[in-house]
């Protein structure tokens, strides 16, 4: 029995949704700004499928839902990690005061009890500090851009 762990962060970027939809989006651009991917390789065909290389190994990342520039959602798949079998993730794109709030929920589902009692509390740390650092990120990028 899995057992998830589910963060969930926000900011204000002063930039459009539409721009902050672009850059997040754009997965050749993800380890730019995201600590957890080190790579990734859009796959061809109908669907959006993500190979994504992270610190805690591969996975695939299948898009469910896109409303751009307004929401995504997506599942994580195949995961190559001992301890994280999958789990998921969503964007908002709000405007707001100027800009855009960017919210950001992620979830990782661990594979079994043991692993969960085990390690459940440092991965909802290690995912919430690693989202933080990401949003700031994209933050710091895209509004370095639109002052340039």
Not at 44 to 51: A, C, I
Not at 77 to 95: H, K, L, M, N, P
Not at 98 to 118: C, E, H, P, V
Not at 121 to 132: E, F, I, K, N
Request: hydrophobic share 40%.
């Amino acid at each position: 029995m899995a057992r998830n762990v589910t963060v969930s962060e926000s900011v204000h970027i002063r930039a459009t949704p539409q721009a902050v939809w672009d850059y997040t989006q754009d997965w050749s651009r993800r380890s730019e700004w995201d600590p957890a991917i080190l790579g990734a390789e859009e796959l061809p065909g109908k669907d959006r499928v993500v190979r994504a290389q992270t610190r805690g190994g591969e996975l695939m990342v299948r898009y469910k839902l896109v409303d751009a520039p307004r929401k995504t959602s997506l599942a994580m798949t195949a995961s190559s990690s001992r301890i994280v079998t999958g789990g998921g993730g969503s964007w908002e794109y709000a405007a707001e005061d100027g800009g855009t709030r960017f919210t950001q929920r992620n979830t990782l589902s661990i594979k079994n009890r043991f692993f969960a009692w085990l390690f459940a509390w440092a991965l909802g740390w290690q995912l919430r500090r690693l989202t933080r650092k990401a949003l700031a990120n994209a933050k710091r990028i895209l509004e370095s851009s639109v002052a340039s």
